[in-house]
């Protein structure tokens, strides 16, 4: 089968299509014929190796770990023999090692029934991106319904899910983006835009009871100034501090400063879990979300579609589609 790999730390030509033995599914696991996979900034931190602390996991010199992709869409061509909840010919979604590749094989409990009104392209793109979204306003803001929130990045991968949810949720939702997204933005629920590059939302006289920073454009003091007084500032973002902390420079910044302040200052990183993405197959299924994707890429593309994500505009999830020609 083909499959996306690499074995050296550095810019997108470093991934390969290659070929690479079919694997087969342990007892507790599932094999899926990959019809869709997406990309996230963890794939491109991981390619580059930086932050250097990446590598601590990774491989300090070179990759140990050679396969990347981890959002999965697919179809179940063939089950271990301790696999209770599928069987060869189910559509499922989740997640998994080496998403980028024909085939691949994950536990049963990484994947749930793909949602029938979804195409493999939507249910793909929902993983990793809406699970930030979820866990990050729901568990970590602890964001409730009437609350004002702010999304700061609110037409990215994670934001269009964000605003998705926090709708959901009950919220007064803001979502900050560019001009071009506005409508963007505002078709998939929020009730407020702002344009950041003609108002810095910072700087205006409204206060959140939940700022959701993806985007990471701001300090951490102005992040905070527009927070009210008992607000909570959600960190998923963060900007470039070099190679060794990377975007964890503001989320560690955080973390020592809430002892000290009446704000609640929160880091924030998802974690994959069944019962959350059953709740997501959930709103899915109902259509209360609605997953945005901005382009698909064949899979020999995965380097083109890593430097676009990389570029920073991309409107929603990037995605990745196998050509399989013999299934519809």
């Given at each position: ?7 050296e730390y550095g810019q997108p030509d470093v991934l390969q299509l290659t070929d690479v033995p079919k694997p087969a599914p342990r007892e507790d696991e599932v094999l899926i ?144 983006s560019s001009t071009r997204n506005l409508d963007l933005v505002r078709s998939i629920g929020a009730h407020h835009v702002t344009d950041y590059t003609e108002v810095n939302f ?127």
């Amino acid at each position: 089968m083909k499959a996306i790999v690499y074995t050296e730390y550095g810019q997108p030509d470093v991934l390969q299509l290659t070929d690479v033995p079919k694997p087969a599914p342990r007892e507790d696991e599932v094999l899926i014929r990959i019809r869709a996979a997406s990309v996230n900034p963890l794939d491109w931190h991981y390619m580059r190796g930086t932050p250097y602390l990446v590598r601590l996991g990774g491989g300090l010199r070179r990759p140990s770990i050679t396969r990347l992709g981890v959002d999965v869409a697919g179809r179940v061509e063939a089950v271990g023999g301790k696999v209770t909840q599928f069987q060869p010919g189910d559509d499922v979604f989740g997640w998994c090692k080496g998403a980028f590749a024909e085939y691949v094989c994950t536990s049963q409990d990484a994947v749930a029934p793909k949602p029938g009104r979804t195409t493999f392209e939507q249910a793909a793109a929902v993983p990793v991106a809406a699970f930030t979204a979820l866990q990050g306003l729901r568990d970590t803001g602890r964001l409730q319904a009437g609350q004002k929130v702010l999304i700061n990045g609110a037409a990215g991968g994670v934001g269009t899910f964000a605003v998705q949810i926090a709708r959901w949720l009950g919220a007064d939702v803001t979502g900050v983006s560019s001009t071009r997204n506005l409508d963007l933005v505002r078709s998939i629920g929020a009730h407020h835009v702002t344009d950041y590059t003609e108002v810095n939302f910072t700087q205006e006289r409204e206060r959140y009871n939940l700022v959701f920073d993806l985007a990471g454009n701001h300090s951490l003091t102005d992040l905070r100034r527009a927070l009210a007084a008992d607000g909570t500032l959600v960190l998923v973002g963060g900007p470039d501090n070099g190679r060794w902390l990377g975007p964890l420079m503001d989320p560690l910044k955080a973390v020592a400063l809430s002892p000290f302040v009446i704000q609640k200052l929160r880091p924030f990183l998802a974690h994959l879990r069944k019962d959350d993405l059953i709740v997501l197959r959930d709103l899915l299924e109902a259509g209360t979300v609605t997953p945005v994707v901005d382009r698909t890429y064949p899979l020999r593309d995965v380097p083109d579609a890593i430097r676009y994500l990389e570029e920073g505009h991309a409107r929603g999830k990037v995605v990745i589609a196998m050509e399989h020609r013999d299934e519809t």
